[in-house]
């Protein structure tokens, strides 16, 4: 299994429109093939910081998601509600 976090910190002023824009990226990834589980979360002593944290099936499964349309829009709008640069961990661990 492959592990991925993505700890995002976004734009206050910003958070409906990133709330809509990441909601509509968990949704379509969560039915991506070797999708194990894709979720969204906020950080309790951070309202601004965010967590996506993703389970794989396999890092064929993982290299397939990054090449969606969704995952490719992710790639391409992500800094039009950040404050910094998204933060990526990986992790590959035996079932």
Do not use: C
């Not at 509509?24 to 601004?48: F, I, P, R, T, W």
């Not at 099936?57 to 640069?85: R, V």
């Amino acid at each position: 299994m492959i592990v991925v976090n993505v700890r995002i910190t976004i734009d206050p002023n910003k958070r409906d429109e990133y709330l809509k824009f990441i909601g509509d990226l968990v949704e379509k990834s969560l039915m991506d093939d070797g999708n194990l589980a894709y979720g969204h979360y906020q950080d309790v002593n951070n309202e601004n910081q965010y967590l996506i944290l993703e389970h794989w099936d396999s890092q064929a499964d993982l290299d397939a998601h990054l090449q969606t349309a969704h995952l490719i829009n992710f790639k391409e709008h992500i800094g039009d509600y950040t404050t910094q640069e998204p933060e990526l961990l990986f992790m590959n661990s035996k079932k």
